[in-house]
Structure formats: structure tokens, C-alpha cells
């Protein structure tokens, strides 16, 4: 157990949340079903035993993670290059409990590793699952993370991802989210060492009464480091979406350049979503720019497509997947994420996911 | 043989009328001009026929074949056979000029089993990069750009009745050139009909009207043969305010 009390939607990063609904002594401990697929090469890196370094815990459920915690650790050697990507499968089978799959990626120095991370559980699963991802990148490593979320409509999850850039590494953090009833992730980066460069692209859908949830932070703390975060999203019927992102910049972190765009599309009147993008900026010479916008499909659009003939909630569906293909153009290709346009479709034809 | 007949036609647009008492009749392979001054209610005319929102139609009927085209949702209107060429066409981003012409033609219930290779051999025809087809419609077109992909469409949709807004608005020569050519050959290619909405008449080198119809101030105040938009290069619209 922690000693940590729940938050409440009094604090900022919890404001607009559903965390006030949640009733944690409602669940029993259990655990996630894993399955790791990677090449024979990769298995070698692939470890449940290895020692994590230890971390300050942000809240209660980052602590109750640390303390039961279902480990999935990958670590590269020097100069190593993982060519097939890692995929690993979660997967929520009971009701009624709560589950902390941990994940660590450890690059080391000039190595490269992609990582894909799927959560799923059927329809009828009401069940937490409080995921936490630590990627450190060493000097010139690259990595890239996906994360996707295909739970069923009745399961929780809140979760934390915190990647860590050492000098000229490369990190592309990608989320899909389309799954969830109340799907929340806490997506930090840091950039440590002069010259790290971090990408987080996310895309996420909800409809019906789901609500997806995301809290951003880009932290630069070197010199000439790089951030570029794209996040859209799109709600439906009665759904809702939070995004709210910090870039923050320290006063070490000269020439810097941090970008933040997060767009939401509202498809019904019912739907709602909020966007708050902020800048902490505690030094000169620097780049920097936000952009957010929430707001129904663009008229002009619609007419444009439908003067050509084509039915309403098809050029809706075009439109819908226009705007998301600026983010599924930069996912790295594997098979789960070529059948990601097709997901997205069946969701505005109206079929459950 | 089609005919769209536009009667005593009456639009609005907030609280302010704008169009008053058009009248227009356009059969197959007619090329009808309405020209007139800007602020006319030139765009208004193409906007409220194509079913626009925003456009109040406050009286009159437009009958495409004797059946009522203001009763219907855009999207039908265009698979009954009526297409707009827009002035400044919409920028879709993530969408390609391949898939929407695929979901145009599965309303109208055609297959497209060669769009492919229509859609290059049209792009061809009035030197439309190739590349560019392959791109997000419109998404960074130059002006002539945009209307090279306008014309690829009416040529690939083989409209009834085409609209075309200003069609020579942003564009260079060698574009305008192609463009009213390719529309020229569709009236005698495919029977086209074409309202052709204008405030210059230097499209007419390629696209020959039959009739001009000036319209200023909501109405249609002459309607002639092509004469009188060579009067007009004399006069302009001034002679013409009543």
C-alpha cells in the first residue's frame, strides 16, 4: 500500500480529470497478461529482473507502481542497433482489479531501439491498469516508443511516461490512444545533455462517454536541445479530451527550440474538449511557439467535398482522417499501426471499438 | 439533352439581399456568361446553386430537368449532374484528389476501377503535374494549381452542368489557357452545359459563349450574344447600372 494520499482535481495536473469518480479501494491487486514479441536478437536484451534505478514518485500511483510493479526492462549495449521493433502486448483479462506493468527501455550510447507497447482488454473489463514508462537515451542513442491503447470501453488506465535525453540523443515518443473509459497519460520529457532532440506525436479518439486525458511537459535543461510535440485529437457524441502541456526552459538551456501543437476536432454538439497549452521560459535566445485549436469540422472543408458529391458522413470521415494522417504519416511502419486508419474509421462509422 | 433552369431566383445572405430576380436557362453544351461589376452577386449565384450554407434562397426555384434542386443536400445535387468550380478552392488537408473523387463516384454508383488512370491522363491533358495529384487537395497550391485540380475533377465527374466561379480569378495565363480549353472540349466531348460567372471576358478566347448575361445589383439587367461582352471591353459595367 501507499502512504500517499489520492489526488483531487484541485491541483492543476488533475484539474478537469475524472479522478474524483475513482473508488482504488474498489480493486483488488492483480496483473497484467505480457507477451514480448521481438526477433531472437532482441529476446537477449529483454528482462524482468533488472535492478531500476530508483525514482521519486510524482503521486500515489506512480508509488504504488514502483512498489508493485510487473517489469518488462530492455536494455541495449553500446553501439547496438535493434532493427526489428520490440512489441509488447498487455492485456487486462479479469474485472474488478488493478495492474502495474512497468516498463524500462535503457539505451545505451549510439544504440537504437523501437518499442512498440499495446494495452488491450475486452469490452466488458472493469479493471484499472496504472502503466509507467522510464526511456533513458545515452549519449547519441535513438529511440522510439509507441504506446497504444486499445482497452475495452469499461477499463481505467492512468498512466506515466518519462523520457530522459543525454547528449545528441533522439527520442520519437508516439501515443495512440482510441480505448479507455477514463484514459489518462502523464507524457514527461527531459532533455538532459546538449543537443537531445525529442519528438512526441499523439493521436487520440474518443466517443460515447470515453475520455481521454493527457498532461505534457517538455523540459529542456542543455543547451541547443529540441523539442517538437504534435498532439490531435477528436471527441464524439459525449466524450471528452484534456490536453494541457508545459514547455519549460531553464536558464542553462541556450539556444534551445521547443514547439508544442495540439488540435481537437469536436464531431457532436454533446462532445466536449479542452486544450491549455503554457510556456515556462527562463532564459533568452531561444525558439519557441504553441499553437491550439479545438473546435467543429471545418465548414469550408465539408462543402468543398460535398459540392463534389460526396455523401456527408463520408466527407466527414475524410476530413476526420485527413486531420489525423499529419500524425499517422509520422508513425513508424509496423503491422499494428497499418490497421490504425481502418480503427479510426470504424469509430466515426459508429462501431464500438 | 439537360436543361437547368434558374426562375425569378431571390437570395439572401445574413439580413441583406442579394440576388433579386435571376432568371437563367442552360441546356447541354450551351455556354452561358454572367458577367457583371464586383459586388454583383456574382458568387452569390454559385453559391445558392450549389446549396451553400449561409444562402437563404428567399424566392424563386431552380428546376434541373423539371426536378426541384433547391429541395435537395449539396451532395445531390452533384451526383444529379450540377458541379461548381470554385473561385478559391478549399485547401483539404490529408485528403487526395484520388480518394475523393473515389467517394464521389460511389454516390453516383460508378466504378472505379480505372480512376487511376482518368485522373493522369486528365491531369495530362491540361498539364497538371503528376506529382501533384498524389498531394493533399489544394494543400499549397499556387493559384493555377488549384484550378488545373478543379478542371481534373469536372473532367473525371463528367458533370451535366458545370459552374465555374471566376474561374479565371488567380490564375496565369498558360493555366486559364488549359483550363477554359479543356471545358471548351467538354461541351462538345461530353454535352456539357456550363454557366460561366466572370467579371473579365479574356476566358472567352478559349471558352466561346453563346449568351452573356449581365447581371449588377441582384438582377439580370441584358442578356445578348457573345457581342456584347465585346461591347462591355468598350463601355464596361457602368453603362449597363440600372
Known sequence: ?353 | MTTLEIRNLAVKVGDKQILDDVSLKISSGEVHAVMGPNGAGKSTLSAALMGKPGYTITSGSVLLDGVDVLSMPTWQRAVAGLHLVMQYPTEVHGVRLHEAMSAALDSRKQDTDDLGGQILSEARRINFPADLVDRALNVDFSGGEKKRNETVQLAVLRPKIAILDELDSGLDIDALRDCAQRIEDATREMNLGVLVITHYSRLFEQLKPDSVHILTNGRIVKSAGPELAAQLEVTGYAAFNG
Not at chain 1, 226 to 238: E, I, R
Request: negative net charge.
Open chain 1, 1 to 353: 500500500m501507499s502512504t500517499l494520499t489520492l489526488p483531487t482535481v484541485d491541483e492543476e495536473i488533475w484539474r478537469y480529470s475524472r479522478i474524483g469518480e475513482l473508488d482504488l479501494d474498489g480493486f483488488r491487486p492483480g496483473k497484467v497478461g505480457s507477451k514480448v514479441e521481438c526477433s531472437d536478437e532482441a529476446k537477449k536484451i529483454v528482462a524482468s529482473t533488472t535492478v531500476v534505478a530508483p525514482r521519486s514518485a510524482t503521486d500515489i500511483f506512480e508509488d504504488l507502481n514502483l512498489r508493485h510493479a510487473q517489469l518488462t526492462a530492455l536494455c541495449t549495449a553500446r553501439n547496438q542497433i535493434v532493427s526489428e521493433p520490440v512489441v509488447i502486448t498487455h492485456e487486462l483479462i479479469e474485472s474488478g482489479v488493478v495492474a502495474y506493468p512497468r516498463l524500462v527501455i535503457d539505451a545505451a550510447e549510439n544504440s537504437e531501439i523501437t518499442v512498440v507497447e499495446r494495452f488491450v482488454s475486452r469490452a466488458e473489463v472493469k479493471s484499472l491498469v496504472v502503466p509507467v514508462v522510464d526511456v533513458r537515451a545515452a549519449q547519441s542513442a535513438r529511440v522510439t516508443y509507441v504506446a497504444i491503447n486499445e482497452l475495452g470501453a469499461d477499463t481505467w488506465q492512468i498512466g506515466y511516461q518519462r523520457a530522459v535525453g543525454g547528449r545528441d540523443s533522439s527520442m520519437k515518443l508516439f501515443t495512440v490512444a482510441l480505448g479507455g473509459d477514463y484514459a489518462r497519460m502523464r507524457a514527461e520529457v527531459r532533455l538532459e545533455g546538449q543537443g537531445a532532440n525529442a519528438q512526441q506525436v499523439a493521436l487520440y479518439f474518443a466517443d460515447d462517454e470515453q475520455m481521454h486525458d493527457f498532461r505534457t511537459l517538455q523540459d529542456h535543461a542543455a543547451p541547443r536541445t529540441h523539442s517538437d510535440l504534435l498532439f490531435k485529437g477528436a471527441v464524439k457524441d459525449t466524450a471528452k479530451s484534456v490536453y494541457t502541456g508545459l514547455i519549460r526552459i531553464r536558464e542553462n538551456a541556450t539556444k534551445s527550440e521547443a514547439f508544442q501543437t495540439n488540435r481537437n476536432l469536436t464531431l457532436s454538439d454533446g462532445a466536449w474538449a479542452e486544450s491549455v497549452p503554457n510556456l515556462e521560459i527562463e532564459t533568452n535566445d531561444v525558439k519557441c511557439s504553441h499553437a491550439s485549436t479545438v473546435g467543429p469540422i471545418d465548414e469550408e472543408q465539408r462543402f468543398y467535398l460535398e459540392s463534389r458529391g460526396i455523401r456527408p458522413e463520408i466527407a466527414e470521415r475524410l476530413v476526420v482522417l485527413g486531420f489525423f494522417g499529419e500524425v499517422i504519416d509520422r508513425l513508424p511502419t509496423f503491422p499494428a499501426v497499418a490497421e490504425l486508419r481502418d480503427q479510426v474509421s470504424r469509430k466515426l462509422l459508429g462501431a464500438r471499438s
